[in-house]
C-alpha cells in the first residue's frame, strides 16, 4: 500500500515527501472503503500502523535510498542485462520484507473483525476482481498486447519525456512478444480470496490461523500454475531485454532526466529517514 500511494503521488505531480508524511491519514482512509473499525479497532489499528511507518522510516527508507542512487549510477554508465536484473531482484526482494514486517499486524487487526466488518470487506474485494476482469479479460489478444503498449510508454515517459519513432518502435515490437496474463492472474486472485475467507474463518489467537494468514500474506504466486509462472518469468525477461534495448537508444537529455529524477528521489528518501514523521 505505501508503494502504490507513492507512486500515486509521483504520477500526479506531488512531492515525495508531501505523500508519505500524510500516509498516517491516507491509508486509514483508503482502508475505509473496505473495512468499517469501530473506536477501539481504530485505536488499535493506529498504533499498529505508527509503529510500522516508524519501521518503514528508519529501516527501510535508507536502503531504498541506496538502490536508487546505484540505479542512477548505472544508467549514467549505460545499463546492462545484469544491471536490469539486479534491480528487478532488489525491488521484489524489499517488497517480500514490507509484507513479512506487514503480517504479524495484518493478522492482529483481523483477529477481532466481525462477520459484518468481514462481509463488507469480501464484496469490496469481489468488486475489484469484477472491475479486473472486464479490463484485462474481456479484450481481444491484440487489445491486450495495444493496452500493454500504452502502459509502458507512458510508464518510460514519466521518467525520460517523450519517446523517439525509434524508441516507440522498440516497444511495439516488444508488445508483440508479450504473453497476456489477465486470465490466470484473475483465476489466481479467485483462489486467493478463497482461502483469505476460509482462513479468516477461523481468525482469533490461535497459532493455526496465524500461521495460515502469515503465509497467504506472503507467497506473492499464490495460485499460480506452473505454466502460469513460466509465462510469468518469460514477460519478465523480454520486459528486460526491452529496457537493455530502450537504454542504448537514449538521448543525452533523456539520461540527464532520469538519472536527475532518480537521485531526487533519493535524497527525498533520505531526508525522510532522518525525519522523526
Request: no cysteine.
Given at each position: 500500500m505505501i508503494v502504490v500511494l507513492l507512486l500515486v503521488g509521483a504520477v500526479s505531480g506531488c512531492a515525495v515527501k508531501l505523500v508519505y508524511n500524510q500516509l498516517d491519514w491516507l491509508i486509514p482512509w483508503y482502508l475505509s472503503d473496505y473495512?468499517?473499525?469501530?473506536?477501539?479497532?481504530?485505536?488499535?489499528?493506529?498504533?499498529?500502523?505508527?509503529?510500522?511507518?516508524?519501521?518503514?522510516?528508519k529501516s527501510q527508507l535508507p536502503e531504498?535510498?541506496?538502490?536508487?542512487?546505484?540505479?542512477?549510477?548505472?544508467?549514467?554508465?549505460?545499463?546492462?542485462?545484469?544491471?536490469?536484473?539486479?534491480?528487478?531482484?532488489?525491488?521484489?526482494?524489499?517488497?517480500?520484507?514490507?509484507?513479512?514486517?506487514l503480517a504479524p499486524d495484518v493478522v492482529a487487526v483481523f483477529a477481532g473483525a466481525s462477520d459484518e466488518q468481514l462481509a463488507k470487506l469480501y464484496r469490496a474485494l469481489d468488486k475489484d476482481g469484477e472491475r479486473y476482469r472486464k479490463r484485462y479479460i474481456k479484450q481481444s489478444l491484440q487489445q491486450q498486447q495495444e493496452s500493454q503498449v500504452a502502459d509502458v510508454i507512458d510508464t518510460i515517459e514519466r521518467w525520460t519525456g517523450g519517446l523517439s519513432d525509434e524508441?516507440?518502435?522498440?516497444?511495439?515490437?516488444?508488445?508483440?512478444?508479450?504473453?497476456?496474463?489477465?486470465d490466470e492472474l484473475y483465476q489466481a486472485g479467485l483462489k486467493w480470496r478463497?482461502?483469505?475467507?476460509?482462513?479468516?474463518?477461523?481468525?482469533?489467537?490461535?497459532?493455526?490461523?496465524?500461521?495460515?494468514?502469515t503465509t497467504l500474506l506472503t507467497t506473492p504466486d499464490f495460485g499460480w500454475s506452473d505454466?502460469?509462472?513460466?509465462?510469468?518469468?518469460?514477460?519478465?525477461?523480454?520486459?528486460?531485454?526491452?529496457?537493455?534495448?530502450?537504454?542504448?537508444?537514449?538521448?543525452?537529455k533523456q539520461r540527464k532526466r532520469i538519472i536527475n529524477?532518480?537521485?531526487?528521489?533519493?535524497?527525498?528518501?533520505?531526508?525522510?529517514?532522518?525525519?522523526?514523521?
Open positions: 473495512l468499517d473499525m469501530n473506536s477501539e479497532q481504530d485505536d488499535f489499528f493506529d498504533q499498529r500502523l505508527q509503529r510500522y511507518l516508524a519501521w518503514h522510516r531504498y535510498v541506496v538502490l536508487l542512487r546505484g540505479v542512477a549510477d548505472d544508467v549514467n554508465d549505460g545499463l546492462n542485462e545484469q544491471e536490469i536484473q539486479r534491480f528487478q531482484n532488489e525491488t521484489e526482494r524489499l517488497a517480500s520484507v514490507l509484507m513479512a514486517r524508441q516507440e518502435l522498440l516497444v511495439i515490437q516488444w508488445g508483440t512478444q508479450y504473453q497476456p496474463m489477465g478463497a482461502e483469505f475467507k476460509q482462513t479468516l474463518k477461523g481468525r482469533g489467537g490461535d497459532e493455526r490461523y496465524s500461521a495460515r494468514l505454466a502460469f509462472k513460466l509465462t510469468m518469468l518469460e514477460n519478465k525477461q523480454s520486459l528486460s531485454q526491452l529496457y537493455f534495448a530502450l537504454d542504448k537508444t537514449f538521448s543525452k529524477t532518480l537521485r531526487e528521489y533519493a535524497e527525498d528518501f533520505e531526508q525522510l529517514a532522518k525525519e522523526d514523521g
